[in-house]
């Protein structure tokens, strides 16, 4: 550790020059994206303190073994907070949203034990965002660093992304996601722009800096339940709302069922009302939405949801209410934060789904897996679940993405990419209706899906 930190209080000089390089504000600008605003943030191998301060944390604290350095970012960030110490060896009593290690675990001497000691200052929510470069960059880097084009290095540990992902699983932390940066990391006007934004994506295993994602493994709360709101959107459903009722299992604490109609041509408003009064030992809440359009209808069930755990429910019934329980039952236990029903698992009964349909629903299940970074079966499901208190991030954090979303699946699915929320998908027998007709239109929201998918391609991906 001396070694190391005479090396860096001899290169503090030189940091404020050579953090002005092209690969550095790629770097702050990736970290941007993974770390909402006003987190509480540690950074482990601070520096000088400028990667900490771009992602602009409610509260920061800096770590870094040379005390030239922590000098150099108490006086360019006098708002943050800047420790020297070993990474390692640090210790304090705080929790943070998300703790950074930004090409640190290059020149650590022990990466196994660095990822034990991160578990001091974690919660359930807390996230891990780190860097490392690629061990195919070696010979280019190492050519770099002897031309002056890089900054030098101290001894360099090369690890492959298995390497990573392996320490993490012995260090009890869970990958959520990997993404892969940066073809060309010198400034090259127009050309560096174009390389890194359009091509990087399309060729990740040439890329120098490898990102992951990841969180403290869960561990199950068995003992612990949590209150559950049900949103229907209905509209046109007459023939459905009282087997909602009939066919819907408690669940959890307690369950409250939030109808929101939308607009019918028939009388599925005057049957809630029947079918709320018919049964009043039910927690059934109604409401006519004020906008148009699925989205909007689980947005306002969502906002007067009283209970800890939300779920949506089509009222067409071609989920069966029986399975929430186990979309309950993935976030009780921890495996997962964003809970995504999946229909292409197990045979579809007849009529349930056309062809087109369901080649389409692949087509785009390969498409948001590449997107999202995580496994996505199936994104046109209506069957979805999250935690009250995600919903609020997400909501909250709208407005990087926007009001696109007439149907509200990827309103969510992107939001919970956004904020590095852990997805799992549960397979769930699709049915065919048994009142009604879809609401869907097959070639003008397959179209509109299209769209979506490239909407998203330039929001997550292409950055």
């Not at 004020?290 to 009283?306: C, L, M, P, Q």
Request: charged share 25%.
């Amino acid at each position: 550790m001396n070694g190391l930190r005479d090396f860096y209080n001899k290169r503090a000089e030189h940091r404020p020059r050579e953090i002005k390089r092209h690969y550095h504000n790629l770097i702050h600008k990736y970290y941007l994206f993974f770390i909402p605003g006003q987190s509480t943030v540690l950074e482990l191998g601070c520096g000088i303190g400028d990667l900490l301060a771009s992602v602009n944390p409610s509260q920061g604290v800096g770590v870094d073994v040379s005390n030239a350095m922590v000098e150099i970012a108490k006086r360019r960030h006098p708002e943050l907070k800047f420790i020297e110490s070993d990474a390692i060896d640090f210790c304090c009593n705080e929790k943070f949203d998300y703790i950074i290690a930004s090409d640190l675990l290059n020149e650590l001497w022990d990466v196994q034990s660095f990822f034990d000691s991160l578990h001091k200052f974690s919660t359930p929510k807390t996230r891990l965002v780190l860097n490392f470069y690629n061990y195919l960059w070696r010979p280019v880097l190492s050519i770099a660093e002897k031309l002056g084009f890089k900054s030098p290095s101290y001894l360099q540990n090369w690890l492959s992304v298995k390497d990573v992902e392996n320490l993490l699983y012995l260090s009890n932390w869970e990958v959520i996601h990997t993404e892969t940066k940066i073809l060309c990391p010198v400034k090259i006007p127009v050309i560096s722009n174009f390389l890194n934004r359009w091509i990087a994506p399309l060729f990740k295993n040439f890329c120098l800096s490898i990102f992951i994602v990841a969180r403290p493994k869960p561990e199950p709360k068995r003992d612990e339940e949590f209150s559950c709101s049900i949103v229907v959107p209905c509209r046109n459903e007459v023939g459905n709302i009282e087997n909602v009722l009939k066919e819907t299992p408690e669940i959890g604490k307690w369950t409250e069922i939030i109808f929101v109609e939308g607009h019918s041509q028939d009388n599925t408003w005057d049957e809630i009302q029947r079918v709320k009064a018919k049964y009043p030992d039910k927690r059934i809440t109604a409401i006519q939405q004020t906008g148009i359009g699925k989205a909007n209808a689980v947005h306002e069930g969502f906002e007067i949801a009283s209970g800890d755990f939300l779920m949506i429910l089509d009222a067409d019934l071609t989920v069966r209410p029986e399975d929430l329980k186990k979309f309950y039952q993935a976030a009780k236990s921890g495996s997962g934060e964003f809970i995504n029903g999946v229909r292409l698992v197990y045979p579809i009964e007849k009529e349930a789904m056309r062809f087109l349909n369901l080649l389409a629903n692949k087509l785009f299940s390969i498409a948001f897996t590449w997107l999202m970074g995580q496994a996505i079966k199936d994104t046109l499901c209506g069957t979805k679940a999250l935690f009250k208190s995600d919903y609020s991030r997400i909501s909250k954090n709208r407005h990087y993405f926007g009001e696109f979303d007439p149907f509200g699946d990827f309103d969510l699915l992107f939001g919970a990419k956004k904020l590095n929320l852990k997805i799992v998908d549960i397979p769930i027998r699709y049915r065919p209706r048994s009142y009604g007709t879809t609401n869907i239109h097959r070639w003008r929201h397959g179209w509109l899906l299209m769209k979506m998918v490239l909407f998203a391609a330039r929001r997550l991906k292409f950055i």
